[in-house]
């Protein structure tokens, strides 16, 4: 039960974001009261969550030498502690690049002190001729390098966040089920807490929206029934997808990649976005990310235009349009070649999350309204960060977040047009488009 010198928490939305959050905020403050929302229970067979998924690349492998640092401080936890190593899996990376990204990979390594010795920035010859051969067919048109990793990896995404959210409630974190329709203020404009769909209302001194992909569409609601527009996102976050797939290898073909690493292509802007394969899970299923990232821009009641995932419970994340279909087996033909012609990728998945122009998360107190903040945005490579993401929201809460990532993660930061770590925004393409 908390007291007066433990305050209450309201965590919406149970992806790494919000659930790092609560464990990190029970751990500290084991009186507090700390309570996780979701629309989905946190052991559902399916989920919308971008962070519910098979497996995810956990990396350090970045040009933005910030998120390279705490990219390595994410993976020393991830090997060390038992809560989060279990679901690990250092298999190494091997990074198709058109652009000098392997050594400025190499470089920020050494910037920051950290070992290169399993670090390689390789000519394709060399390179194509590692693990077994299996990249050998792979589309290098264009690159000079590639990157090897040997101490990248992906995690088992679904055991983890199942695990991490099992240990915030065993230390005390109360989950509930529920879909959130609105906030909660007092007389003076401070946010206290959120309503229910149902009705139900919780209240709270701290409310944190980790509400991913649905943000600008519920804050959007918010500003319309306040009739204030500064709760708006804005182009500050926009809702978009992309599509995954799994291909059920057999025996024999499994024996060949069993000791496959992560596998990115870091496409020519004309192309999209990396498109990449993970390694076989336990059922011995390989799986692909596509190249194209689109919107869902709707005219939500308010008139206004805005990006969100497909309305209905699970934002209609089975239902894969067949040109997206064809975007996950284009991934499997630059990674693979002929190699994979024979695969039967299935299980297409879309996955929905926020982005922010710089591809920057966002961690910040919303100005519109005290005691509401925002930790969310995983811009398609939050999952890695996850045992640490809480620690800093933890300190943003707290005012004690270092000044570069004040900076970096503010709500009315500068909004830069094009991305800093991936040029593919004026690629982003319409869902309606691909239909």
Excluded at 394 to 423: C, F, Y
Aim: charge should be negative.
């Amino acid at each position: 039960m908390a007291s007066e010198n433990q305050p209450s928490y309201i965590i919406i939305g149970a992806g790494v974001f919000g659930t790092s959050t609560a464990l990190h905020l029970i751990t500290k403050f084991p009186g507090a009261s700390v309570t996780l929302v979701d629309r989905n229970s946190h052991d559902a067979e399916s989920r919308v969550a971008a962070s519910w998924d098979w497996n995810k690349v956990v990396r350090a492998d970045y040009r933005d030498v910030l998120y390279c640092r705490l990219a390595l401080e994410a993976q020393d936890v991830w090997r060390a502690d038992p809560l989060w190593s279990r679901f690990y899996h250092e298999t190494g990376i091997y990074w198709i690049s058109r652009t000098q990204f392997a050594q400025e990979v190499v470089d920020n390594y050494a910037k920051l002190g950290r070992s290169t010795a399993e670090l390689y920035s390789l000519p394709v010859e060399e390179a194509r001729r590692l693990y077994g051969g299996i990249f050998d067919e792979a589309d290098y048109t264009g690159v000079a390098n590639v990157l090897v990793n040997k101490t990248s990896g992906w995690a088992d995404a679904k055991g983890a966040l199942r695990a991490a959210t099992e240990k915030a409630v065993e230390l005390g974190v109360k989950f509930v089920t529920a879909e959130i329709a609105a906030l909660e203020f007092a007389d003076d404009g401070a946010c206290v807490g959120v309503r229910g769909a149902d009705g139900e209302k919780y209240f709270a001194a701290h409310t944190i929206l980790s509400t991913g992909a649905f943000t600008p569409k519920f804050l959007d609601g918010v500003a319309e029934s306040t009739g204030r527009h500064d709760f708006l996102a804005g182009e500050r976050i926009t809702a978009v997808g992309v599509t995954t797939g799994l291909a059920q290898l057999d025996d024999e073909t499994a024996k060949v990649f069993e000791r496959m690493p992560v596998g990115i292509q870091e496409n020519p802007p004309e192309r999209g976005a990396s498109n990449g394969s993970l390694p076989l899970t336990e059922a011995k299923k390989l799986k692909w990310w596509g190249q194209t990232i689109f919107r869902n821009t709707q005219t939500l009641p308010s008139g206004r235009q805005v990006s969100a995932p497909p309305a209905g419970t699970d934002y209609a994340q089975w239902s894969i349009p067949d040109s997206l279909i064809k975007d996950v087996e284009f991934a499997n033909k630059v990674t693979f070649g002929k190699r994979g012609e024979s695969w039967d990728i299935r299980q297409h998945r879309i996955c929905w999350d926020a982005l922010t122009p710089s591809d920057d998360f966002i961690i910040s107190p919303h100005p519109a309204s005290r005691g509401l903040y925002v930790a969310t945005c995983g811009t398609f490579h939050g999952f890695k960060f996850f045992p640490i993401l809480g620690k800093y929201v933890v300190r943003m809460l707290e005012g004690t977040l270092e000044p570069e990532l004040q900076a970096r993660w503010a709500w009315d930061k500068e909004v830069r047009e094009i991305s800093t770590n991936h040029n593919f925004w004026s690629k982003v393409k319409e869902l309606k488009d691909l239909l």
